[in-house]
């Protein structure tokens, strides 16, 4: 076979080739493959069976009105959560060894800290930052539960919240007429 028949023949394979990697299956012949996906609970609703957005999905977006300055000493865990609250439950005055930002995903909540008892009520999309060692506590106000997307970076091995004293005073009851 002369030269042009070696490159006619080399060129009509890698035509053949590029034409079977185009009806390649993800994960065959170096397309990617697809990421695993979690089955649904049994007795999940319809809509949660159906497949799962493509890329990243925005939960909340908003602007922090507080001057912000993060660090840590030194390696910390981090921990990104959800946790519902039930109307009028609430997380109980804490503690953190680290800074925790807590984004309200759906519901009322309101916020209080100590040196600042006026509740901060918090909208769908807003985050309140707790900075290392403020005590606080969250308090769903409103008539639905309430959503929290909870970020923590803590200390390495030290616990996750410690329990305190209220920091502020106690509301008065309403005054019934």
Request: proline share 13%; glycine share 12%.
């Amino acid at each position: 076979m002369g030269r042009t028949g070696r490159i006619g023949s080399a060129v009509t394979g890698f035509a053949c080739v590029l034409a079977f990697a185009g009806c390649a299956q993800p994960g065959q012949l170096g397309q990617p493959a697809p990421a695993p996906t979690a089955a649904p609970a049994p007795g999940a609703p319809a809509a949660a069976r159906s497949a799962a957005p493509a890329g990243p999905q925005t939960v909340g977006q908003g602007v922090v009105d507080i001057p912000l300055r993060f660090r840590t000493p030194a390696p910390a865990d981090y921990t990104v959560r959800t946790l519902d609250l039930a109307p009028g439950g609430a997380l109980g005055w804490e503690t953190h060894p680290g800074t925790e930002l807590t984004l309200l995903d759906a519901g009322q909540v309101a916020v209080q800290e100590a040196g600042a008892c006026a509740p901060r009520v918090l909208a769908p999309g807003q985050v309140a930052v707790v900075g290392e060692g403020v005590a606080h506590v969250v308090r769903n106000i409103g008539t639905e539960p309430a959503r929290l997307v909870v970020t923590s970076f803590l200390a390495q091995g030290a616990p996750a919240a410690t329990p305190v004293p209220s920091a502020c005073p106690e509301e008065p009851p309403a005054a019934t007429g």
